[in-house]
């Protein structure tokens, strides 16, 4: 009954409908990096008085674990390529690649003034041209980097 993601019919509207209400209720970007600074920051502080970014972070993460307990558990088949190519005594490498992955999309996310939703879906709606130019650069070094992994695999 369960699917592993919603169709984009449906996935689509309902994102853009956040977007505007996101818009429209605190006159603010959607976005995903947003709300995660809000939880470090205010849990930093010993804080648990969150904004509407902070709860929306909060959200993300209960409904994937209210999901995977209606699933059965989480359903992981790995890292694609990566748990492809380390195998055996060479998947050592998987973790600290993640953290470095991890590392430089927080980083390019925060430099860029938010993350790729928060570009992709608000900045690109409302036609910040910020925006634009970011999402741009996320997908062209996405395509550029699968090239250059294909090429070495």
């Not at 509407?52 to 694609?80: K, M, N, Q, V």
């Not at 570009?119 to 996405?142: D, I």
Request: proline share 2%; glycine share 16%.
């Amino acid at each position: 009954m369960l699917h592993g993601q919603l169709a984009w019919y449906v996935a689509g509207p309902i994102l853009g409908l956040c977007v505007v209400g996101v818009r429209l209720l605190f006159n603010a970007r959607l976005g995903v990096t947003g709300g995660f600074s809000e939880l470090v920051g205010q849990l930093s502080r010993r804080s648990v008085s969150f904004d509407w970014r902070g709860w929306f972070a909060i959200g993300i993460f209960a409904s994937g674990t209210i999901f995977a307990l209606i699933a059965g558990g989480p359903d992981f088949h790995g890292y694609g390529w990566l748990t492809d190519t380390f195998t055996g005594s060479s998947q050592v490498w998987i973790a600290p690649i993640l953290l470095v992955a991890g590392g430089l999309i927080g980083y390019g996310a925060k430099v860029s003034g938010g993350c790729t939703s928060g570009n992709g879906l608000s900045g690109t709606s409302a036609l910040s041209a910020a925006s634009l130019v970011a999402t741009g650069t996320f997908f062209a070094t996405a395509i550029v980097v699968s090239f250059v992994i294909k090429a070495l695999i």
